[in-house]
């Protein structure tokens, strides 16, 4: 089974612990691996992705990596592909089958950017894809690539070891709470 992991480029502690958090919860919930995280190493980011790990299921990892670069370049050797988000690349619209066909046979690494991202990350990418060619964000980049590749079907999936999880409802809440 291939890998998908995110590579959340750039974090600055003093103003994106809420969207690298957002970043990896979005991850998460549809459908990637991992995610790494380059920038400033922090661990409040890393301590809110975990908990709600430990509260919500699954084995999703989030680690600080210190080189983009390097790590790309290893991924590459070893025989994964990188998909760089960016407003200049390619449209989704264009490169949806082909990243699903990728997915079957190879580990793919989505890249998305926090301030201005380097040249060098773009040559170094195997695809520089965009959903669509505005600035927006990088969460709804993430989560538009991620929901292409799996179609909606990781809208459903379920997460092992969870210790809480929702009964869908047409109204009001309803959370099953599984005791240790
Ligand atoms: C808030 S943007 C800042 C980008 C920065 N100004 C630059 O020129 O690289 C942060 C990230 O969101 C993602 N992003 C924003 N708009 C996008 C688009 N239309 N398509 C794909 N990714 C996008 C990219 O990964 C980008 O690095």
Same mark, same amino acid.
């Given at each position: 089974?291939? /890998?998908?992991?995110? %590579? /959340? ?11 690298? &958090?957002?970043?990896? %919860?979005?991850? /998460?919930?549809?459908?990637? *691996? ?19 790990? @430990?509260?919500?299921?699954? *084995?999703?990892?989030? !680690? ?13 050797? !070893? ?20 990243? /699903? ?5 190879? *580990? ?29 964000? !990088? ?14 079907? !990781?809208?459903?999936? &379920?997460?092992? *070891? ?11 809440? @309803? ?6």
């Amino acid at each position: 089974m291939s /890998r998908l992991v995110v %590579l /959340r480029l750039g974090h600055r502690s003093t103003r994106d612990k809420r969207v690298t &958090t957002h970043c990896g %919860l979005v991850g /998460r919930a549809f459908g990637a *691996d991992s995610m790494y995280y380059f920038g400033d190493k922090d661990e409040t980011v890393e301590n809110s992705i975990k908990k709600v790990v @430990e509260n919500w299921g699954g *084995d999703f990892k989030v !680690e600080w990596k210190q080189d983009p670069l390097q790590f790309i370049n290893k991924w590459k050797r !070893e025989g994964g592909v990188c998909v760089h988000c960016t407003m200049y690349g390619v449209n989704i619209n264009k490169m949806q089958g082909e990243l /699903r066909r990728m997915l079957s046979k190879k *580990d793919i690494a989505i890249i998305i950017g926090a301030s201005k991202v380097p040249l060098d990350i773009y040559k170094a990418s195997d695809y520089n894809i965009a959903v669509g060619n505005q600035p927006h964000s !990088e969460i709804a980049a993430l989560a538009i690539v991620l929901d292409r590749i799996f179609k909606g079907k !990781e809208l459903v999936a &379920t997460f092992k *070891d969870a210790k809480i999880k929702i009964i869908p409802k047409k109204e009001g809440k @309803e959370v099953s709470r599984i005791e240790e």
